[in-house]
């Protein structure tokens, strides 16, 4: 079979091969030239791979397999506590839900400084700081029973006398897309010398200073459904200076040793190199914005009138400030995080001083006025806000909310008339302490219980005794969340452009936003540098898009509620946001003394994986230059310690879009140490049958089944690129277990898999209709097949063969089941189920890409796939709106199945009108859909950038598991000349063809050690 992408002799097809030409090469090695001259054979393109641009990394610098100052004292190799430092922790246990810690220890050295190294690794993540100065944030993803520390350089902040060594560290504890449901835990060893040779040990123990931070609320909003708690720092309450070798920490408590510090298996280096957290500024500041803050509640502070009719995009109208605002802010103590399904209940009474109707604000949920169910009235940006119609007799009335909720906090916002004279009360008091009764949030058997009470409830005691008891909300205590503070407010604008500082406030304004541009996208950790009155609220927010107005559109999505939070103390004072985040545009959105505070400088510090740009590509064609760019940029962004499936929301690693991205980056960065690392990450999720999460942090494993069989493939691919067989060998044991498991899905007396009770993903909607797919038995075969040439390598040659025979068993299946005699195509579903199923677009790419389809049938149904890609974005909808035949996602794979079957003109064609058209809709990277989408930055999206390197310009590698052997196979299809560049281990391979009437000139450079064959491919 085949070695797809990298086979030595792609496939060609009659109908698209061009006539041979004379090619006329020369190449030249550093150390030598040589001219040849060659007939071309009519063969297409390579595989997937992409690109991407990077920065030189300014950040703490590591080894992959960091050294430590002495090896033999770290014994790493046993379970015996490196320089017998020990875990330790605030408390013994380490529990709860978004902890956060301080700790600290200083050490003397006698002389100039010449050295230092520290071991760390803590979880959930840490900041180190030396001396005052931020050195490096950790560690990279990992499961509690596979840690990694790193190993960072103290020699840029040591210094002769005394030194302190500072380490926040947060603690999750739940699970999010990043991490594991955990403990909270740190550990640091290492030394430091000066030039006389004298050392200081470091090891966390009893002799480390460590407390619970006092400014940082663990009750805070997740930042979206995948993402962590967000930070809310208060720094009034921080001890001043605490980083520093002279602050007096006598009073604080001694560090805790961790009761349990087996919870974390063995430590091993780190597998990759720490971040780039190199600094970058904005591009410019795009304006400033006077804010209508919430109208303050008789007994609250802060509070914000509702906007009304708006549409999504749209900034609210001034508005009244004729509300008062009440809110509440819950959290389950279940522990599970992103991944519950509570029930919450909140019950109030309202004193109406006569009868009345008006109407009410409030977020979403049912509402009972009174033991009647009411509605909400017309609105249209009902993610904001919605009015409900109340109904009020005079004297004490009662209110009833009842939410669902599919994660562990839940704030409530509720506006009132001010105009209407109500008061609320939970004990119906006028003026009472408690304003709301709060009934969870109910977890597992008491959200069950709670589905067994006949709502509404008439009082509450008739709430049943195991959902008790109520818990009263303080009167004059907010939910305090920013996000949903922000979704209220009123927005109108000061100034243009302008600089980092505020703009004069009107009078009565208190409020103001400043919105920057770092004309991309980035991924890091905002600082930024002001004075300020203690008690002044910053809020920074997170968005990639702008409304019409040109404010931020940070309200875009559901559960993605992308805002931080410092309160200020007093005088000059640096923020430096703690988890990275992605953007393009950052508003910050300062409220108190505005006449006091002074914004000094807005920057981000990169939380990036630190690769340099080493491919490019240009051609005669100035649009597919155009879209070959987009790929760096994209790629750049969703590199983190990790390939990460967007930046912005999520940050999550999957199986499906590092498939992609590992290509995009061989053509512009030539990195194989991430793939590797994410690699292992995936088999470290395996479940007990076998399959692997499609996320490895925070799905349940199997889901996406297909992504399990991607996962194959990914090991294959990377083996073709680095030959390193050892890390097959490692990854054996899971390789066979996951076959096994996908074997399972085996339909009773069939070949064929059903993986429907899976969520098969595919390319999203065309893998929905019937249980037993196409598209997803094409992933089940290529990972039967990949598997079986992987254990040959390793020398399971039984099992190798074991799976080579089931894997053309199932490619038999696939033909029998799938082809269509009438449409003369692959159809997504059995007919036998399904007899009129339509021919798909994911199951005549990947039959045709995997070699599944054979004889008569290739022909016509490459025919069909390609009339359904050039409608591709197209006005072919019903209104005439532009239609996505595939996905952006899967497009690799169509692309991949037009090159392999040598349809170059087409492929080309493809690229232009796909890419093309996100360029003509103003994207500045992939998107993560077409036409419609959410994240603007998803790298699964690069294929292009990757094809028009390997296959245009021609870079493939024809022995899988060699590197150094390259073949030069230029596809020119309707491009004059192409040039660029493709990055290698040894050194760049630079490319320059030329097209001049049927010769192709062909120019070339390697480095030593590569040996270089050449040829032409299709026109």
Excluded at 812 to 831: K, N, P, Y
């Amino acid at each position: 079979m085949p070695s797809w992408p990298a086979s030595p002799s792609p496939r060609s097809s009659s109908s698209a091969a061009s006539p041979a030409a004379a090619v006329r090469t020369s190449s030249r090695p550093p150390a030598r030239r040589e001219r040849s001259s060659a007939s071309a054979s009519p063969s297409p393109a390579s595989t997937p791979g992409a690109t991407s641009r990077t920065t030189r990394s300014t950040g703490p610098r590591a080894s992959c397999s960091p050294t430590p100052p002495d090896p033999a004292r770290l014994r790493l190799g046993s379970k015996e506590t490196p320089l017998d430092a020990s875990f330790i922790w605030f408390d013994a246990e380490g529990k709860g839900r978004n902890r956060w810690g301080l700790f600290r220890t200083t050490f003397e050295l006698a002389g100039e400084p010449a050295s230092g190294l520290l071991n760390v690794f803590a979880d959930t993540r840490y900041r180190l700081i030396v001396n005052g100065q931020v050195l490096g944030h950790g560690p990279a993803r990992f499961f509690p029973w596979k840690p990694e520390y790193d190993t960072i350089d103290l020699s840029p902040a040591l210094r002769q006398g005394r030194n302190a060594i500072a380490v926040v560290v947060n603690s999750t504890g739940g699970v999010t897309f990043h991490s594991e449901p955990s403990v909270g835990g740190l550990i640091a060893w290492g030394e430091a010398r000066d030039e006389a040779g004298n050392v200081a040990t470091i090891a966390t123990g009893e002799s480390w200073r460590g407390m619970e931070s006092p400014g940082h609320r663990p009750d805070t909003h997740y930042m979206s459904f995948a993402l962590n708690p967000a930070e809310h720092l208060d720094a009034r309450r921080m001890p001043l200076g605490w980083e520093l070798p002279d602050f007096d920490d006598s009073a604080w408590p001694h560090a805790v040793p961790h009761a349990r510090p087996e919870h974390w298996g063995q430590l091993r280096p780190r597998s990759i190199p720490l971040l780039d957290e190199s600094l970058v500024k904005p591009a410019c500041r795009l304006g400033a914005w006077a804010v209508g803050g919430m109208s303050p509640s008789r007994d609250t502070v802060g509070g914000t009138s509702p906007s009304r009719g708006m549409r999504r995009g749209d900034t609210p109208p001034t508005m009244s400030p004729d509300e008062d605002v009440y809110s509440l802010m819950a959290v389950a103590k279940g522990g599970k995080s992103l991944h519950t399904d509570a029930r919450v209940a909140v019950m109030a009474f309202v004193h109406s001083p006569h009868d009345q109707e008006t109407t009410f604000g409030a977020w979403w949920g049912r509402y009972w006025v009174n033991g009647e169910q009411v509605q909400a009235c017309a609105r249209r940006d009902e993610h904001l806000r919605r009015d409900y119609p109340l109904r009020l007799r005079q004297g004490w009335n009662t209110l009833l909310v009842l939410e669902t909720v599919k994660h562990d906090w839940w704030d409530f916002y509720l506006a009132l008339p001010r105009e209407a004279g109500l008061e609320l009360s939970a004990e119906r008091q006028v003026g009472s302490p408690h304003t709301f009764l709060v009934g969870g949030l109910w977890e597992d058997a008491l959200a069950a219980e709670a589905d067994r009470v006949a709502w509404p409830l008439a009082s509450p005691d008739d709430l049943p005794e195991a959902l008790r008891p109520w818990k009263p909300w303080p009167r004059g205590k907010k939910a305090d969340t920013p996000c949903r503070e922000r979704a209220w407010k009123t927005f109108e604008r000061l100034e243009e452009h302008g600089p980092t500082s505020l703009p004069v406030a009107p009078k009565g304004v208190n409020s103001i936003a400043l919105l920057f541009d770092f004309g991309g996208e980035v991924l890091g950790r905002p600082v930024l540098d002001f004075t300020a009155k203690a008690g002044t609220v910053v809020d920074v927010a997170y968005t990639e898009r702008l409304k019409p107005d040109g404010t931020a559109a940070v309200h875009w999505r559901y559960f993605v509620d992308m805002i931080e939070r410092c309160v200020a103390r007093d005088g000059r004072q640096t923020w430096q946001t703690f988890h990275p985040r992605g953007c393009r545009y950052l508003e910050v959105l300062v409220k108190g003394d505005l006449a006091a505070f002074e914004l000094h400088g807005v920057s981000l510090t990169r939380a990036a994986y630190p690769i340099e740009p080493a491919g490019s590509f240009e051609c005669s064609d100035p649009l597919l230059n155009r879209i070959w760019a987009l790929g760096p940029p994209t790629l750049r962004a969703c590199m983190e310690d990790a390939y990460l499936d967007c930046p912005w929301r999520e940050r999550g690693l999957y199986t499906g879009d590092f498939f992609v991205e590992f290509h995009s980056n061989l053509a512009a960065f030539g990195d194989t140490a991430l793939f590797r690392r994410c690699i292992e990450l995936f088999f470290q999720s395996q479940g007990e049958s076998g399959l692997i999460r499609p996320c490895p942090h925070g799905l349940p494993p199997g889901r996406h089944p297909d992504y399990s069989a991607i996962l194959v493939q990914c090991l294959w691919h990377y083996w073709a690129r680095t030959g390193d067989v050892a890390f097959l060998r490692e990854m054996l044991p899971g390789l066979k277990r996951l076959l096994s498991g996908l074997d399972a899905l085996e339909v009773e007396d069939s070949e064929l898999c059903d993986g429907s009770g899976l969520s098969p993903y595919v390319d999203g909607p065309q893998a929905k209709g019937s249980r037993v797919t196409c598209g997803l038995n094409c992933f089940i075969q290529r990972a039967f097949a990949d598997g079986a040439r992987v254990l040959d390598l390793v020398g399971q040659t039984g099992e190798a063969r074991r799976w080579r025979e089931r894997a053309d068993r199932l490619a038999a299946a696939i033909r029998d089941g799938f082809w269509s005699e009438r449409h003369q195509a692959f159809v997504e579903h059995l007919l036998t189920v399904v007899p009129d199923a339509p021919p798909s677009v994911t199951a005549n790419a990947l039959a045709l890409l995997y070699d599944i389809a054979e004889g008569d049938q290739e022909q016509p149904a490459l025919d069909w796939l390609i009339s359904a890609l050039k409608r591709n974005l197209t006005p072919s909808g019903p209104n005439g709106e532009s239609v996505a035949t595939i996905g952006s996602y899967f497009a690799f794979y169509g692309l991949g199945a037009l090159y392999h079957h040598g349809r170059v003109t087409e492929a080309e064609a493809f690229i232009r009108q796909s890419w093309g058209w996100l360029l003509d809709q103003g994207a500045w990277t992939c998107w993560e859909h077409w036409p419609q989408t959410d994240s603007l930055c998803h790298a699964w999206s690069s294929a292009a950038t990757w094809y028009l390197s390997a296959a245009v310009l021609g870079v493939q590698f024809p022995e899988p598991g060699n590197p150094d052997v390259v073949h030069i196979l230029p596809n020119p299809g309707n491009l004059k000349w192409a040039r660029g560049v493709f990055p290698h281990p040894k050194g760049p391979i630079k490319v320059e063809w030329r097209r001049e009437g049927n010769n192709l000139d062909l120019k070339y450079e390697c480095p030593d050690g590569v040996r270089v064959t050449h040829g032409e491919g299709g026109a």
